[in-house]
């Protein structure tokens, strides 16, 4: 056991129980830590709703497809409406279209079911995009996230 001179260990006495102070050590170590959280849930929030963005803008470029009148061969026109109805700078939207026979995916959508099955035509438009945290604690996030949405609609 390491024996200090009589002065040094009541110094030492003194200031182990001196608690002035303690409340500023704590507020330094949990008001970063706090920060980072805020940020974290700021970033969190932010990306959310551009995911709702681009779900919202699927929803409604796929609602186009039923305004036609009538099934088209051809619902390409959609990709660059809803490419221009997100507020996403690098959005890309691909559509998709089928037929389905008795729930059986066929092909083309212009195409014809045999005699007495059930037949359904889907348009489906996806859009993906990245967001950029605007906090992106020294890369700990990554450079940026890939978000998306999507929507499908029964035309016939």
Known sequence: MVRFPLFR??????????????????????????????????????????????????????????????????????????????????????????LECNGVVQGPINGICPAGQEFARYVSVNIQATYTPIFGIGGFLGSSVPIGGSATVRIQ
């Open 9 to 98: 260990q009541r110094l030492i006495n003194r200031l182990a129980a001196d608690r002035s102070g303690a409340a500023a050590m704590e507020a330094a170590l949990v008001i970063p830590l706090m920060l980072l959280l805020v940020f974290a849930a700021f970033d969190f929030a932010m990306g959310f709703s551009a995911r709702m963005d681009l779900v919202a803008t699927a929803s409604r470029t796929a609602e186009l497809a039923t305004g036609v009148g009538q099934v088209r061969a051809d619902y390409q026109f959609l990709q660059a409406e809803a490419e221009a109805a997100t507020s996403q700078p690098n959005a890309v939207a691909t559509v998709n279209t089928w």
